[in-house]
């Protein structure tokens, strides 16, 4: 096994519901238990998050965090742009929110982005959009079926020296179930860029379209996958092939029991 060496924290961490500014460039953080909100960009020297740490973007606006130094995110802890995205129609004649240009989804269609949502009824999935390379833009909503599609996945820059991944940087498509009222189409997969010198750890980037839950044999569609890109001069450890997901959602009847052959499209890991 490899041996990892965990430094013991000197200073007591930041913890509780508190916004990130800009107030805080130029400094190391350390953060526990409590969400976190980055509400403009970030510029640290380290960055490290202990379990039961959230960091979050805000809607419809990019989550940019440049760290010199090391970028820790241990097991437990997390950097989350899911539920961000483009917003899911909220009427059954709107479309799911997509960027400008891009033909949003309709009727019982998940929302796109990398990846196709898929149909499950008479509407029109939305068309697939972003880079490959370099994926800047969120996660297509869902379409309206008697209540609210859900939002794709957010977006998040990541630029730092090192980055020590045990836990999960996420921007998934929401997820939607009838089991709770929430029928409309879910959102897909969002965007996650890291530009790195190190990457490490066993953890996992996470950019899946949102999964839906229904009973009664009534679904509507799951999100199709989001675009993840990984620019590192080294891997140490870290396997993309196996820790990065960009999976299309899926449908579920009520006991969690896939419902075969109804998947959204898969989006992108470069």
């Avoid at 009520?254 to 992108?268: D, E, L, N, V």
Wanted: glycine share 22%; aromatic share 6%.
């Amino acid at each position: 096994f490899a041996e990892r060496v965990v430094s013991v924290p000197t200073t007591a961490p930041l913890s509780g519901t508190q916004n990130l500014t800009s107030a805080l460039n130029g400094q190391g953080l350390l953060l526990g238990t409590g969400t976190f909100t980055v509400t403009e960009p970030l510029a640290l020297t380290s960055l490290r998050l202990l379990k039961g740490a959230v960091v979050k973007g805000t809607a419809a606006s990019a989550l940019r965090l440049d760290v010199s130094g090391t970028l820790m995110v241990q097991c437990g802890a997390s950097i989350s742009g899911t539920n961000l995205g483009y917003a899911g129609a909220t009427t059954s004649t709107a479309l799911g929110g997509a960027r400008v240009g891009v033909l949003g989804s309709s009727l019982d269609a998940g929302g796109s982005h990398g990846g196709k949502g898929s149909l499950h009824g008479g509407g029109v999935a939305g068309d697939v959009y972003g880079s490959v390379y370099v994926p800047q833009l969120s996660g297509g909503g869902g379409s309206y079926d008697y209540t609210a599609g859900g939002a794709g996945g957010g977006v998040l820059q990541l630029k730092v020296g090192e980055l020590v991944l045990d836990g999960v940087i996420e921007a998934r498509g929401e997820t939607r179930a009838l089991i709770s009222s929430a029928r409309g189409g879910a959102g897909a997969g969002g965007s996650v860029v890291v530009d790195a010198g190190v990457i490490r750890g066993a953890g996992a980037i996470d950019v899946s379209g949102g999964d839906f839950v229904g009973c009664q044999s009534t679904w509507s569609g799951a999100g199709g996958g989001g675009r993840a890109a990984l620019y590192a001069t080294t891997l140490s450890g870290f396997d993309p092939a196996t820790q990065v997901k960009a999976w299309g959602g899926g449908l579920y009847s009520c006991s969690m029991a896939p419902i075969a052959g109804w998947y959204g499209g898969a989006g992108t890991v470069y």
